[in-house]
């Protein structure tokens, strides 16, 4: 039997049944009594100066309340740290892509809403623009932000030990090219909130937001109000994957206009809002030069990246900082130099993105490890396992290993899939020729656990115990749909001896709730679960110490399991949880069981200029095996096997481990396979999910294995790591390299659509190398 | 996405329909099942101020089997023609593309008719007001220019709709009816090969029924559709094949090859058809192929270059051929 009565076992989640009955109340499901509806005003040039606005028709027609524009908002302007803040509510001066918004207006009804928008004037000056980020470096492109030169929004230099000489003395370097496009998020919950401004001051705001104490603290700053003014309630989330942590127009919007008309007002965009102007992963051009021994040990690593930031700059400092940081992880690399420009252009902003700017470069190390395995004559798994770090490992930037069951990963996945055998089979099923060429692929990935990246990271916790024996936990984490209230309310239910259903997880309500960084660096489970751990067992200390003196016993001898106090050793000492609770709160003059804790990573800041440091105090391994079927005919790539083997720590709950995994293998072949936005002079072709091609169920493989490697984390809580990004991280390169086994053609640059590999195939056969244009 | 107002009329017949579409001409439009007229209301490609609902006459649905043909109701659920015994007996083919439309949701709402008045699709075209405000329009937004091909004086949306070429594989009429009374066509006169105005019909006519004639013994036929996704998706290319023999394994006295979705109609290969004539399948069936691939004219941005597009032609057309040719010989 295991120790734990819940931990660990399959419970269904908390919030699943009021989800797919359609009860849970998703931001666009609210409404606020005397609440106005709102709407936006888009650009619709890439790079244009905003010469005048005329609002007077749109004020004039009836219905319409109020109308604004970025003047409203003096000058205000918000970005991830003090000098990145480069973007404004609403554009004032000037648009910067298709889609930045410049106006919005708020009615009495959303069709009024949306006739208003369409009778603001805009008057503009049409500028140059540039699209493609290697073009908007070159002096003399069109400046899109006008003091910044050759458009770099950020850059990073790192260099770790001394590649030149690494280079000198290795048996083979390969130096490749590879492109990570722009994907979207794929939340099906597009951005939505409705924002309430009460005189003097007093913001009330619910938001659809992954990370609600962004909004919390970027309102308090655009409107100048107290940060105990403003009140983010958070309603159920609709997924986020990074793309709900910002603060958007519609956010402000909704409260300058709620200011000036005295009523709440809302706001709910659409697919199309989100998939023509919405925030994006960061495409990146990678350069990546590797040097190896003859036995496959790496030396050397040199890695240059264009990251296409789109108009503004949002967090992405960080993405390319971790996007090069990571370079390190899962392989020993001695020798690392990295340079990376994250570059202006006239498109919509790229952000953080499941994963973070580690599945780009990822992809391009991992894949290019597949080569050089072929060009030595070494299998792939072997040469993983040469590299693979070991736990107490430190990386040349100075990331501090504890636990790690990186080998682990790769010898139960590959084992589960009879490695060795299949690849033969393959191999000899495509000589035999036939429609399909399949292949077999796998790759591996590093991740932090709980991101420690900048500013406040810490998380905290308030556990409330009521008198009858349920509990209120107060978390200030959010669960934007991973299942964070499920392993909240697990790891307090275990503590306390009672059952997922005693325990009521709380939604972020800033007036209630602790401050807390956000759901993103995949911090839930790793940082707030420490942080509960602590409140919890405060309150457990309380009931432990009425429990003794109740059932005549020592504090240290008192158990809680069963929903019941026991004594140990001894069965006729117990007493029923509730009654616990219900005299505790007797006790005395009366005891309130309540507990507060708080927990951040126990490692200093990285070096933002030198790459160096820890971003968090534990890191996750794992691998992922794909299997894929080409066919030779349409060059269309099925995705058939996929088993994802991930060292997460501790494993609480196998049913939210395997949909967190089976959200890896769908985000990462979207990616791989299908996802693109499709770009046409800073316009985006496919706006929709019809020609947006996010996959279907029907598109997911047949068979889907999660494999879960316990290493128990010193510092995670019951030894939990993360289980949330890391597993994307590899998916991609998984795939790319089963298809490289399948077809011998390595694909560098994503998506991998049949056109593509058809041409690549023929031309293969034709004796030519696989040099692949884009098309749509 | 915001939907322009308009007036919901609901006519008990057709004649009532037709009178109603008369009545508020050029600024009415029917619907069936809304699958893609909600959408282009809402994106603002078709702009209506009343819409007149068809789904409340009766004898628009269900289907009726003759002895030599049957008839399908045009407001008949394609969900309800992939999974008729009826059809999928006397019918297979369009059972197979109706079964290839969309996603379940669009089965269970589309119906043959609207199935069958598909507008054709262009990335520059089925895009919302907002969206195409970004450029001057194109022709078949009543500009003056293409987007997809620059230089050309029309049009290049392509048609889609999938069981268009599967029934005109099949020889398939449809009756119409209008202000003048009532008509019986063949179904590939439907397609102009106009691509800004694809479908001849006028607007105050509706379409009521398809008629299919019942194939001859040793017939096999197939439907071929290429997308990227398993659901949802129009097809990149679609290939539907007919074919009858003098008996199994004998020569073909048959055969109707349609492609879809690369030009602005559904078109028939005639080459590539006569091509099999009187000759054995087996000794034929890469000849046609090939005579498909060297027809078809696709352009690019619709979902795949022209080369890509053409070779789809040739595998999906061989493939629907060798289908259609197996089960015509498992059809003795
Ligand atoms: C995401 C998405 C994916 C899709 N995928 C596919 C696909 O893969 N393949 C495919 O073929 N279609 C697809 N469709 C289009 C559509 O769902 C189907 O074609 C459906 O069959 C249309 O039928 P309907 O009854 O809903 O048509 P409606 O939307 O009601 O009408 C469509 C058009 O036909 C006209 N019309 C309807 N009935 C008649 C009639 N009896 N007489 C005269 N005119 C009439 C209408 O005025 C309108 O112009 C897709 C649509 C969407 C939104
Ligand atoms: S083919 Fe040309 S004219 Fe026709 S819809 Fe597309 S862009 Fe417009």
């Keep these: 039997m295991s120790e734990f009565a819940i931990l660990g076992k399959p419970t269904p989640r908390v919030d699943g049944i009021p989800k797919v009955t359609g009860k849970a109340q998703y931001a666009a499901d609210l409404s606020v009594a005397g609440m106005l509806y709102g709407e936006v005003l888009r650009s619709p040039y890439p790079h244009a100066r905003i010469l005048s606005i005329d609002t007077s028709r749109a004020e004039r027609l009836p219905g319409v309340r109020g109308v604004i524009t970025g003047k409203d908002f003096n000058g205000f302007r918000h970005g991830f740290m003090a000098h990145t803040r480069d973007e404004s509510p609403l554009a004032p001066d000037k648009v910067r892509f298709i889609g930045d918004e410049v ?138 994957f990074g793309g709900k942590n910002d603060t958007f127009a519609l956010d402000y919007a909704a409260v300058m206009l709620s200011k000036k008309t005295g009523h709440p007002v809302k706001f709910v965009y659409d697919i199309e809002d989100v998939l023509m102007a919405g925030r994006r992963r960061h495409p990146m051009i990678i350069y990546m030069k590797t040097g190896v021994k003859k036995d496959g040990t790496l030396l050397a690593t040199e890695c240059r990246v264009i990251a ?71 299998d792939p798994v072997e040469i993983r396992l040469k590299n693979a770090i070991e736990p107490g490992h430190v990386t040349v930037n100075k990331i501090h290993i504890s636990s790690c069951g990186l080998k682990e990963t790769i010898n139960r996945s590959t084992e589960f899939v009879n490695w060795k055998e299949r690849k033969q089979e393959l191999a000899k099923e495509r000589e035999k020729g036939g429609r399909y060429l399949r292949g077999i692929g796998l790759a591996c990935n590093g991740f932090m656990s709980g991101a420690r990246l900048h500013g406040h990271t810490a998380c905290a916790v308030v556990v409330k115990v009521h008198e009858d024996g349920t509990v209120s936990v107060l978390p200030g984490a959010t669960d934007s749909g991973q299942g964070a209230e499920t392993v909240l309310a697990t790891m307090a239910a275990e503590v306390l001896g009672i059952t997922l259903e005693d325990v009521h997880v709380s939604r972020v309500d800033s007036f209630l709730t602790p401050v807390d960084p956000g759901s993103y660096g995949s911090r839930v489970t790793s940082t707030a679960g420490p942080a509960l751990l602590i409140a919890v067992g405060k309150c457990r200390t309380q009931l432990a110490e009425v429990a003794a003196k109740l059932l005549d016993a020592p504090v240290a001898e008192i158990e809680f399991r069963e929903r019941k106090a026991f004594v140990k050793g001894d069965p006729t000492k117990q007493m029923p949880f509730g009654k616990l609770c219900r005299l505790a709160y007797q006790y005395g003059s009366g005891q309130v069981i309540i507990g507060e804790g708080y927990f951040g990573q126990n490692v200093a800041l990285p070096n933002w200029d030198t790459g160096e440091g820890d971003v968090a105090n534990a890191y996750t391994f794992g691998t992922q095996v794909a299997e894929v079927e080409v066919d030779r005919e349409t060059g269309q790539v099925k995705l058939k096997k996929m088993i994802v083997a991930h060292d997460l720590g501790k494993m609480f709950n196998p049913l939210i481990v395997e949909g967190q995994h089976d959200g890896s293998i769908y985000g990462g072949m979207g990616q791989a396979l299908y996802e693109e936005c499709l770009n046409e002079d800073g316009l985006t072709l496919n706006p929709s999910i019809l020609d947006y091609k996010m996959p279907t169920a029907l598109d997911m493989p047949g068979v889907m294995e999660s494999i879960n490697i316990e290493t128990n984390d010193p510092l995670g809580p019951f030894g939990a790591k993360e289980s949330a990004e890391g597993t994307q991280v590899s998916t991609v390169p998984a795939i790319v390299n089963a298809i490289y086994d399948a077809t011998g053609i390595m694909f560098t640059d994503l998506p991998i659509t049949p056109e593509k590999v058809l041409r690549a195939l023929e031309q293969k056969e034709q004796g030519g190398g696989p040099i692949v244009p884009a098309s749509i | 996405m915001y939907l322009p107002q308009f007036k919901y009329l609901k006519p008990g017949t057709v004649a009532e329909a037709v009178a109603m579409l008369s009545e508020y001409q050029g600024g009415a439009g029917v619907i069936a099942g809304g699958s893609d007229l909600i959408v282009k209301l809402k994106h603002q490609i078709v702009n209506l101020r009343y819409v007149v609902d068809l789904k409340g006459i009766s004898n628009l649905y269900g289907i009726v089997s003759r002895a030599d043909e049957m008839e399908i109701g045009a407001l008949t659920k394609l969900s309800a023609i992939e999974s008729s015994p009826e059809i999928l007996n006397k019918a297979l083919l369009l059972a197979q593309a109706a079964s ?33 405000q970004s450029r001057p329009p194109c022709y078949k937004t009543g500009g003056d220019r293409c987007y997809v091909a620059a230089k050309s004086p029309m049009c290049h949306a392509v048609y889609s709709g999938d069981t268009a070429p599967a029934l005109i594989a099949l020889g398939a009429r449809v009756r119409i009816v209008g202000p003048e009374g009532e008509r019986e066509q063949e179904l590939e006169l439907l397609y102009s090969g106009n691509g800004k105005r694809p479908i001849n019909l006028d607007a105050q006519s509706i379409i009521t029924s398809v008629i299919i004639p019942i194939s001859p013994p040793y017939a096999g036929h197939a439907y071929e559709k290429y997308r990227l996704r398993e659901a949802v ?50 000794e034929a069936l890469e000849e046609a192929a090939e005579l498909a691939y060297q027809s078809a004219r696709p352009i690019h941005r619709m979902g795949g270059s022209p080369y890509y597009k053409k070779k789809l032609v040739k595998v999906l057309t061989r493939r629907a051929l060798e289908k259609a040719g197996s089960m015509a010989i498992g059809n003795v």
């Design chain 1, 308 to 378: 296409d930031g789109g108009a503004y700059t949002a967090v992405g400092p960080m993405t390319i900082y971790l996007a090069g940081a990571f370079l390190t992880l899962p392989y020993k690399l001695p020798n690392l130099k990295y340079d990376a420009w994250r570059v202006y252009t006239n498109k919509p902003v790229s952000v953080a993105q499941r994963g973070h700017g580690v599945p780009q470069t990822r992809f391009a190390a991992d894949c290019q490890l597949d080569l050089i395995a072929k060009d030595l004559g070494l």
């Design chain 2, 233 to 282: 998706d129009f097809p990149v290319v679609g290939a539907a094949v007919a074919l009858s023999f003098e008996q199994p394994g004998g020569v073909c006295t048959r055969a109707r090859i349609v492609l879809n979705a690369v030009g602005t109609a559904p078109s028939r290969v005639e080459e590539a058809e006569k091509s099999l004539l009187g000759r054995k399948l087996e």
């Design chain 2, 100 to 132: 290839v439309v969309g996603g379940p949701q669009h089965r269970s709402m589309g119906t043959l008719g609207g199935n069958l008045c598909l507008d054709t699709r262009c990335y520059y075209f089925n895009q919302s007001k907002r969206w195409r």
């Design chain 1, 103 to 240: 106006a919005a207006v708020a009615a009495i009804d959303p069709d009024i809403a949306h006739e208003a928008v369409e009778l603001i004037r805009v008057e503009y000056e049409q500028l140059p623009a540039v699209f493609d980020p290697e073009e908007a470096m070159q002096e003399g492109a069109p400046a899109i932000h006008d003091h910044v030169q050759r458009n770099i929004s950020a850059e990073m230099h790192f260099n770790f030990g001394d590649v030149e000489a690494a280079f000198a003395r290795a048996d083979h370097v390969r130096e490749d090219r590879f492109y990570s496009q722009s994907v979207l998020h794929g939340f099906l919950e597009p951005h939505a909130c409705i924002a309430q401004y009460e005189e003097p001051g007093k913001i009330t705001f619910w938001g659809s937001k992954q990370s609600p104490y962004f909004p919390y603290r970027n309102l308090a700053s655009a409107f100048k109000v107290p940060l105990s003014n403003v009140r983010v309630i958070q309603p159920v989330v609709g997924g986020g």
